[in-house]
C-alpha cells in the first residue's frame, strides 16, 4: 500500500479522506459531507491549465454537473474568470424545486477529469 493510501489511525487525530481532490478542482460547494439547505446552490469551480484556452472548456457539453446522477448541465450557469490569462470555470446548479432531504451526490467533470462529492440536505 503506498503512502497516499495509509490507513489513518484514530492516533493520527484526523480522518483519512475517501478520495483526494484533484488539483484541477479549486473548490466546491457545499463541502464534502456537509449539511445544505434544500435550496442550496451546487458549485465547482476549476482551474484550466495555462497551456490550455478557457473557451474550450465553456463550449457545450466540456464542463459538467450531475447531482444524483442526472446531468444537470443544460440548467447550470458556466462563468469564465476575467483574469488575464482567464484560468478558472465555475459550474453552478440552482435547483428550481428544493433538493430531498438527505444524501445527495455530486459529480463534475472536465476535459481530462472528473470528481465526485456528497452532502447532505437536513
Known amino acids: 500500500m503506498g503512502e497516499a493510501e495509509?490507513?489513518?489511525s484514530s492516533q493520527d487525530g484526523a480522518q483519512f479522506p475517501a478520495h483526494a481532490r484533484p488539483e484541477a478542482v479549486l473548490t466546491?460547494?457545499?463541502q464534502e459531507g456537509a449539511p445544505a439547505s434544500p435550496t442550496t446552490s451546487v458549485t465547482a469551480a476549476l482551474?484550466?491549465?495555462a497551456e490550455e484556452d478557457v473557451a474550450l472548456w465553456t463550449e457545450e457539453g466540456r464542463c459538467t454537473l450531475a447531482i444524483d446522477g442526472e446531468d444537470v448541465t443544460e440548467a447550470c450557469?458556466?462563468?469564465?474568470t476575467m483574469t488575464f490569462?482567464?484560468?478558472r470555470v465555475e459550474i453552478t446548479?440552482?435547483?428550481l424545486k428544493p433538493l430531498d432531504l438527505g444524501q445527495h451526490a455530486a459529480a463534475v467533470a472536465w476535459p481530462g477529469g472528473r470528481y465526485e462529492w456528497s452532502f447532505t440536505v437536513v
Open 6 to 8: 495509509r490507513p489513518v
Open 28 to 30: 466546491i460547494s457545499p
Open 47 to 49: 482551474r484550466v491549465p
Open 77 to 80: 450557469r458556466l462563468r469564465e
Open 85 to 87: 490569462p482567464r484560468s
Open 93 to 95: 446548479f440552482v435547483p
